[in-house]
């Protein structure tokens, strides 16, 4: 079973998201909103379908990576997050929640043996994704 296809997005906590995606527009180039910038390609596999990578900046006192206590997260594209769960649970992996189900596809949150959270999130539609927070 495939099971990560890609990098969904790169979610970090900072003391003022609003500067720091300034600097990072101003500096980088980025083209920032308040939630960060969406990265747009396509699949080398398949070009007719694209796909996005997500880096936003988050509030120091955000509870989105709870129970980590690290400053970022991941968030990991795969395929059949279901299936995956499934697999994950057999090896004793720490799930944090339930599967949620948004328009833009399926997301679930585990945790690595040092206590990073991760953000697993299978597209529902590859071919018009403009946001990666589940």
Not at 58 to 63: I, R
Not at 90 to 95: A, G, Q, Y
Request: hydrophobic fraction near 35%; include cysteine; glycine fraction near 6%.
């Amino acid at each position: 079973m495939k099971k990560v296809t890609g990098l969904g997005g790169v979610f970090f906590k900072c003391d003022n998201p609003q500067s720091m995606n300034e600097w990072y527009a101003k500096n980088l180039g980025l083209a920032t909103s308040e939630y960060g910038t969406t990265f747009e390609w396509r699949q080398a596999d398949d070009p007719s379908k694209k796909g996005s990578t997500t880096w936003s900046t988050f509030p120091q006192n955000t509870e989105y990576f709870n129970p980590s206590v690290k400053p970022f997260m991941i968030n990991y594209r795969v395929e059949n997050i279901v299936a995956l769960v499934e697999e994950l649970k057999k090896e004793n992996v720490t799930i944090i929640d339930e599967i949620a189900e948004y328009p833009y596809g399926k997301f679930v949150h585990v945790l690595d043996p040092e206590g990073n959270i991760i953000e697993l999130w299978e597209p529902k539609d590859d071919s018009d994704q403009d946001n990666v927070a589940g």
